[in-house]
């Protein structure tokens, strides 16, 4: 039996037969429940998680440790959201070997350099750091593979499946609710390989979906795209708002180079479309998408980057082959490695022809499927055109490593997603809140240097306000943000009672996604859910009781700083 039929049959097995409950019950503590009627099959636990990105997997943590059981969809074979599936190496900021994420977070990050000293013939000098970077990638100080994410993951689950506690529905996509008044009372998810169904019940549902797909499924109130000045009074804001104006998604890949073979793919069928392509916007793009220059995104003016597969430095250039490199071959025994391997998410492959999120599924398929079309014309590109320093054209060694990604075309298995629908929130984060230069105007402090204070936060994060490429026709937005708290009012909605956001689609606008939209702020915002899912059930009120009654918010703040979440930046 293979691992993931293992993990289907272990996961849908677990759970004694029982009455199926009701949204109002309090938890058990139980293992999940299991119900056939009448050929319906009907699971029910303290909570459903829709999504096992890193939201979803956080937020079931929280939970399980708790003692509260879980149900956790999964649309893919694998869990882990942006780390596996989509193939996107940790965003992180630069203090986060020490502070600025939850212990759960920097747990899982020491798993996976004890993963490959454990099992990689790494070298002496490589398995001996203690802040191991299998990669050297730029872009983060942990940039490893995405099986190697999943294995991690998957061990951090493995004792609550064991004991019944999880109910991990891999390839299980939520398809309808039932909903009454405020409340949500049932999902139905559908197999996506058997198309069997299932009616999944909680008193607590959490979405964690990439693209916040409970919210309309279950009535709660959202919002998309972006805000108009007048709305919101941001800094960036424009003077008109956009409901269908969204961030670019990106289908990543992996591919290494073996230098003296080829491995040029077929040619893509829209690759001249691609090789001739322009962006088309407002603020004018440096000339074709497939070619090493591109605008800066701070400044708009033309830049150009590097690119060579062997490593090798590119004069003042920044090298797009280390940017994302997963596996530096000097960290391993020699031989082991033929080349490196590194993941293609740049410029060049965001696709913004489409909108994901107001898509239908058909749509959704059609733009997935041109998104990939783009990424396989880049690396068409780069095995036969891209330019080398010898003054010759392309790089036929480059080799598609379709086994990195674990799909049959090479592609991820899911679109990196930058954006989603947002719930309208209790309170919505601004960019007052934290883009420095707004921050400095509201205030009068340019060197204050300092983000809002929230007095209900339940976490903290730090990123740049990194907004790409939109499908209205934006280019980069990306400017200075402050390092940041995540304020519970932004995790709740107005009106819904039992349903919580944890992903991408909590209280903020599209500006402040900018900021709050990375792997371990996403991270952050699962795992105080997941909190305050317990603590609600055990108290017996809504979450939004939490929050608006003094003396309970400061008891569930110190709640969940028991439990390894910061809530304030260090003096």
């Not at 169904?197 to 990439?210: C, G, I, S």
């Not at 997603?417 to 340019?446: C, L, S, Y």
């Not at 980069?476 to 995540?486: G, K, T």
Request: net charge neutral; glycine share 8%; with cysteine.
């Amino acid at each position: 039996m293979n691992r993931r039929n293992f993990i289907e049959n272990l996961t849908l097995s677990t759970g004694a037969l029982a009455a199926a409950s009701v949204v109002s019950m309090p938890a058990t503590g139980q293992p999940v429940q299991k119900e056939v009627l009448k050929g319906k099959t009907t699971l029910t636990a303290d909570v459903v998680v829709a999504g096992g990105g890193l939201g979803g997997f956080a937020a079931a943590m929280a939970s399980l440790r708790n003692n509260l059981s879980v149900i956790l969809t999964e649309e893919t074979d694998w869990i882990g959201g942006q780390l596996s599936q989509q193939g996107v190496p940790p965003d992180e900021h630069s203090w986060i070997e020490t502070h600025g994420a939850t212990q759960l977070y920097r747990d899982f990050r020491n798993g996976v350099r004890e993963y490959y000293k454990r099992n990689y013939p790494l070298t002496p000098d490589a398995k001996s750091r203690k802040n191991l970077n299998p990669g050297d990638g730029s872009v983060s100080r942990l940039c490893h593979e995405p099986r190697v994410a999943v294995a991690v993951l998957m061990d951090m689950l493995a004792p609550y499946m064991s004991t019944g506690k999880l109910t991990l529905l891999l390839e299980h996509k939520v398809i309808s609710a039932s909903v009454s008044g405020n409340e949500v009372s049932a999902l139905e998810a559908v197999n996506l390989k058997s198309e069997g169904k299932l009616t999944l019940k909680a008193p607590y549902f959490v979405d964690a979906t990439e693209l916040g797909d409970l919210l309309p499924l279950t009535g709660t109130e959202f919002v998309t795209g972006t805000e108009s000045k007048s709305d919101t009074q941001e800094l960036h804001a424009p003077e008109k708002g956009n409901p269908n104006n969204n961030q670019a998604f990106t289908v990543c890949f992996a591919m290494d180079y073996v230098p003296g073979e080829n491995h040029v793919i077929e040619k893509p069928r829209e690759y001249d479309f691609w090789k001739n392509f322009v962006p088309k916007m407002s603020k004018p793009w440096s000339g074709k998408l497939l070619d090493l220059s591109y605008s800066n995104p701070k400044t708009l003016e033309p830049k150009t980057l590097g690119f060579h597969p062997e490593g090798i430095a590119t004069g003042d250039k920044l090298n797009l082959w280390n940017y994302r490199r997963i596996i530096n071959k000097e960290n391993f025994t020699k031989g082991t490695y033929t080349g490196d391997i590194t993941i293609v998410n740049w410029p060049q492959n965001d696709y913004f022809l489409g909108d994901l999120v107001s898509a239908s599924e058909k749509d959704f398929k059609k733009h997935f499927e041109r998104g990939k079309q783009l990424s396989l014309s880049f690396l068409y590109w780069l095995q036969t055109e891209a330019p080398r320093p010898d003054g010759g054209k392309g790089w036929p060694g480059i080799r598609l490593r379709k086994d990195v990604m674990g799909t049959e075309d090479g592609m991820a298995k899911y679109p990196y997603i930058r954006e989603a629908r947002r719930i309208k929130a209790v309170f919505t984060i601004k960019e007052e809140h934290v883009g420095a230069d707004n921050r400095a105007m509201i205030t009068g402090k340019k060197t204050d240097n300092k983000a809002a204070d929230f007095y209900d936060s339940v976490g903290i994060g730090y990123y740049h306000i990194d907004l790409h490429p939109s499908t209205e026709g934006d280019n980069y937005i990306d400017f200075s943000s402050l390092p940041f708290q995540i304020p519970l009012g932004a995790l709740l909605p107005q009106r819904m009672e039992n349903i919580l956001p944890a992903n991408k689609n909590i209280g903020t606008t599209h500006i402040t996604n900018g900021c709050y939209r990375l792997h371990p702020v996403e991270w952050s915002i699962g795992e105080s859910v997941g909190l305050l899912v317990k603590y609600a059930l055990d108290k017996k009120v809504i979450p939004r009781a939490v929050r608006e009654r003094k003396e309970m918010l400061s008891e569930f703040q110190e709640f969940i700083q028991k439990q390894g979440i910061e809530i304030e930046w260090p003096k």
